[in-house]
């Protein structure tokens, strides 16, 4: 009989799980505030309308349920044969007609969520291989896709923000990104601090300190607009590339 609950038995997995899915309810609670007139609308992301970001979110949830499935079996299932069909994918499923973008959301949610619970304590530990190349745990796969729905469900620009996402999120996000920039080098001379807490990232000798509240601070670092953040008393600067 198929287990009604996670496997696993890691208290600390068990809460990134629950991160994961929660994040997941909030972009089916933001998608479902939308008529279907209003999923032709821009998103946040330059040239992705409303209908890309979900059909990215649910193309996502079946490239995640891949890795998942490789992690169980063994055998590789790769998340995409290429970023190149991964675009073609997303750019096909924003055709799609409203009920069928909808159901390819949940659907896909559905069946991810599942393979997560029914994923065996020890297959957590293998080795699975994203789009970029990376080897991670299985484990990665949840941070991976609690990134993916949280940010964008900001990105379906229908009232969400970045003060609506967990500090835990925010905070493991804004490490990731200044990770990638100190990875390329790319946040010489560049110091960002948050507000309140003992956060700071990059270069200490810096000229440029971009400052901020949490929230306000990792919207600027995704490339989502610098409300609510400073750059001493010039302007702040676009933030580095992080993807």
């Given at each position: 009989?198929?287990a ?18 929660r ?20 998103s946040?992301l ?11 979110v ?54 991810l ?27 990665e ?25 967990p500090?835990?999120v ?11 920039w ?31 509240p ?27 590339k992080?993807?």
């Amino acid at each position: 009989m198929v287990a009604r609950h996670d496997l696993t038995t890691d208290p600390g997995l068990q809460e990134q799980l629950l991160q994961a899915r929660r994040g997941t309810a909030f972009f089916a609670r933001k998608l479902n505030e939308l008529t279907d007139a209003e999923l032709d609308g821009d998103s946040l992301l330059p040239g992705w309308s409303r209908r890309h970001v979900v059909a990215h979110v649910g193309y996502n949830a079946r490239a995640i349920a891949r890795l998942v499935e490789w992690a169980s079996t063994g055998v590789e299932t790769p998340m995409y044969p290429s970023i190149a069909v991964r675009d073609e994918e997303i750019n096909f499923g924003a055709t799609l007609s409203p009920i069928a973008l909808r159901n390819l959301f949940d659907h896909s949610a559905v069946h991810l969520s599942v393979e997560w619970r029914d994923l065996p304590e020890d297959a957590w530990h293998h080795t699975v291989r994203t789009i970029l190349g990376r080897e991670v745990p299985a484990s990665e796969t949840v941070w991976m896709r609690t990134r993916e729905v949280w940010v964008h469900a900001v990105d379906l620009y229908n009232g969400a923000s970045f003060g609506d996402i967990p500090a835990s999120v925010l905070e493991r996000l804004l490490r990731d990104i200044a990770g990638s920039w100190a990875a390329r080098g790319t946040d010489a001379g560049l110091l960002v601090s948050v507000a309140g807490t003992d956060l700071t990232f990059g270069d200490p000798d810096a000229a440029v300190v971009v400052a901020g509240p949490l929230a306000g601070v990792v919207q600027w670092a995704t490339g989502r607009g610098a409300g609510g953040v400073t750059a001493g008393a010039g302007p702040v600067p676009a933030a580095p590339k992080w993807i």
